[in-house]
């Protein structure tokens, strides 16, 4: 699987953003999709999830009713919708996808190249 993130960049607090990350390759092997992001001198952390088939999603708190993840089948594309951004929320951002091939497997982490988002005060 393989993973490219788009539509990182500079913008004011209170401002917008959205990021994409079209998967390819052995896509209907993925069982879940999520962002992660990693702020300067901070740990990488898990920013949302969506579960593949159910749709089931989960947002750090930190993030609650301001970020929707989101993702279109058709097009293997998943989305993070960002509101209201702050300060806090600079980071580079990662799309991660959970692969299991075959019932019982292991599952295996794939990642993209990340993309920075960079909120202004």
């Known amino acids: 699987v393989q993973l490219a993130e788009s539509g990182g960049g500079l913008v004011q607090a209170g401002d917008s953003l959205r990021l994409s990350c079209a998967a390819s390759g052995s896509t209907s092997s993925i069982i879940a999709m999520a962002w992660y992001r990693q702020g300067p001198e901070k740990s990488r952390e898990v920013v949302a999830v969506?579960?593949?088939?159910?749709?089931?999603?989960h947002y750090v708190d930190s993030v609650k009713g301001r970020f929707t993840i989101s993702r279109d089948d058709a097009t293997n594309t998943m989305y993070l919708q960002m509101n209201n951004l702050r300060p806090e929320d600079t980071a580079e951002y990662l799309c991660?996808?959970?692969?299991?091939?075959?019932?019982?497997?292991?599952?295996?982490?794939?990642w993209g190249q990340g993309t920075q988002v960079t909120v202004s005060s």
């Open positions: 991660n996808a959970r692969v299991q091939a075959n019932e019982g497997t292991r599952p295996v982490d794939y």
């Open positions: 969506i579960i593949t088939g159910n749709g089931y999603t």
